[in-house]
């Protein structure tokens, strides 16, 4: 189920807001990656986590790191200019972009539509399958990385880059906000709790560009 979405229109999508569906998914992601840092840090599990895994993708091609760092500057490029101004569902100018109603830049007087239920469907289809391959793979190949490649992949693929791909190039919002919609958006409910938050997602990202830091390997 689609709909167009007008400058004036509240989003929803299955009744709900887009701030709910918002906290709904990048809950769900943060879950993924918070159980395997957790367990890492306290000796749990040997489930390699996101940042793990990253550094080994940099250990095996040295140009990965240029990549993740290329990433970084494009999502600060892309984020800086939301964070400065109050999250509202309505298509909207940001720093000169046309923002969809979700927060994503779309082409300039096109006619948004909103993805409906569906999106949702196969992101949690996609996140259950992510996982299940990750802990089979794990189990019968205790030092394989392929699990981890699958799961943060595919997270990475319907969570950021399918949604980005769809707004930019077919006019197309799925239906929950960016990361960065979402922490503006509990922002204004918990605004402690979206700084911290936030300066962990900084933390994360210089952890991920320049692995493994802070830790100093002599």
Same mark, same amino acid.
């Given at each position: 189920?689609?709909?167009?979405?007008?400058?004036?229109?509240?989003?929803?999508?299955?009744?709900?807001?887009?701030?709910?569906?918002?906290?709904?998914?990048?809950?769900? @992601?943060?879950?993924?990656?918070?159980?395997?840092?957790?367990?890492?840090?306290?000796?749990?599990?040997?489930?390699?986590?996101?940042?793990?895994?990253?550094?080994?993708?940099?250990?095996?091609?040295?140009?990965?790191?240029?990549?993740?760092?290329?990433?970084?500057?494009?999502?600060?490029?892309?984020?800086? !200019?939301?964070?400065?101004?109050?999250?509202? !569902?309505?298509?909207?100018? $940001? @720093?000169?972009?046309?923002?969809?109603?979700?927060?994503?830049?779309?082409?300039?007087?096109?006619?948004?539509?909103?993805?409906?239920?569906?999106?949702?469907?196969?992101?949690?289809?996609?996140?259950?399958?992510?996982?299940?391959?990750?802990?089979?793979?794990?189990?019968?190949?205790?030092?394989?990385?392929?699990?981890?490649?699958?799961?943060?992949?595919?997270? @990475?693929?319907?969570? $950021?880059?399918?949604?980005?791909?769809?707004?930019?190039?077919?006019?197309?919002?799925?239906?929950? !906000?960016?990361?960065?919609?979402?922490?503006?958006?509990?922002?204004?409910?918990?605004?402690?709790?979206?700084?911290?938050?936030? @300066?962990?997602?900084?933390?994360?990202?210089?952890?991920?560009?320049?692995? !493994?830091?802070?830790?100093?390997?002599?």
């Amino acid at each position: 189920m689609t709909e167009d979405v007008g400058p004036e229109a509240v989003a929803t999508t299955a009744g709900r807001s887009v701030e709910f569906w918002g906290y709904c998914m990048w809950g769900l @992601a943060a879950l993924a990656i918070a159980v395997s840092e957790l367990a890492s840090v306290f000796g749990l599990a040997g489930w390699p986590t996101i940042s793990n895994t990253v550094g080994h993708l940099e250990t095996q091609h040295s140009f990965v790191r240029l990549i993740v760092v290329s990433v970084i500057v494009l999502l600060a490029y892309y984020a800086v !200019p939301q964070l400065t101004v109050a999250p509202e !569902p309505v298509v909207r100018q $940001v @720093a000169g972009r046309t923002i969809t109603v979700n927060g994503r830049v779309t082409k300039t007087d096109s006619v948004i539509t909103l993805l409906g239920a569906g999106y949702l469907t196969a992101a949690f289809a996609t996140y259950a399958f992510g996982v299940l391959f990750a802990i089979t793979d794990r189990g019968m190949h205790p030092h394989s990385y392929l699990g981890a490649y699958v799961l943060y992949g595919l997270i @990475a693929l319907m969570w $950021v880059i399918l949604p980005s791909v769809l707004a930019m190039v077919f006019s197309r919002d799925v239906p929950f !906000p960016t990361l960065f919609r979402t922490i503006g958006y509990l922002e204004r409910r918990a605004h402690p709790v979206a700084a911290i938050l936030l @300066a962990g997602l900084v933390v994360l990202l210089i952890h991920l560009a320049f692995y !493994p830091w802070p830790r100093v390997e002599n």
